[in-house]
């Protein structure tokens, strides 16, 4: 019995390891970093902003796109294989251009109600996926996956926060009536073609 338990602490405290990112590469933002890492057991990419004064990031569209070819370019160890099956994005609030996306599409969507902070039907993460989905957004994001062989497939999210036009992250606006989502947590599907 003894021995059995060494062994299971010994499993647990090996399994952190097999699941640990490796940062692949690594751009500065402004006074944030945007790291590119890998977690090969788990076949994931992650796309971090690290936030050394615990302030805000604001990352933009061009610093993600920059951030994911240095990334795939990158032909020294550690470098990136050819098998993840998602690419996680954190939070959309480091990404404002994202979070004004999501606010936009939600306060001219018939199918989100702006008074209650929901939509009519269905699960908000569902619908906020369906948001994200769309393809004049994935065209956006998917050049360096299309390069390296990739197809974004889908989108999948949680912990979606809801408020005014006056939280969302760095909105310049008309600040419109009602309640919209503008924030959660954000993965993106891949296929390799």
């Known amino acids: 019995m003894y021995k059995l338990i060494l062994v299971i602490l010994f499993c647990l405290h090996a399994l952190p390891a097999l699941s640990q990112e490796v940062i692949i590469s690594s751009i500065p933002v402004g006074d944030c970093s945007l790291r590119v890492e890998a977690n090969e057991t788990w076949y994931t ?3 971090r902003a690290h936030h050394p004064q615990h302030k805000g990031c604001m990352i933009t569209r061009d610093d993600m796109l920059e951030a994911l070819d240095s990334a795939f370019a990158k032909s020294t160890e550690p470098r990136l294989s050819d098998n993840y099956s998602s690419f996680f994005i954190g939070r959309l609030i480091d990404y404002p251009w994202l979070c004004h996306f999501l606010a ?3 306060r001219r969507d018939s199918a989100w109600d702006k ?3 929901r939509p009519l039907n269905g699960h908000i993460n569902h619908y906020v996926a369906n948001i994200l989905s769309a393809k004049k957004l994935i065209t956006q994001l998917e050049t360096p996956f299309l390069n390296n062989g990739y197809r974004m497939t889908g989108v999948s ?7 005014g036009f006056d939280d969302v992250p760095f909105y310049e606006g008309e600040k419109h009536r009602g309640l919209v989502p503008f924030d959660a947590m954000v993965w993106f599907r891949l296929t390799r073609d």
């Open 104 to 106: 936009d599409s939600a």
């Open 115 to 117: 008074t209650k902070g």
């Open 157 to 163: 999210v949680e912990k979606v926060l809801v408020g």
């Open 45 to 47: 990419l992650r796309l």
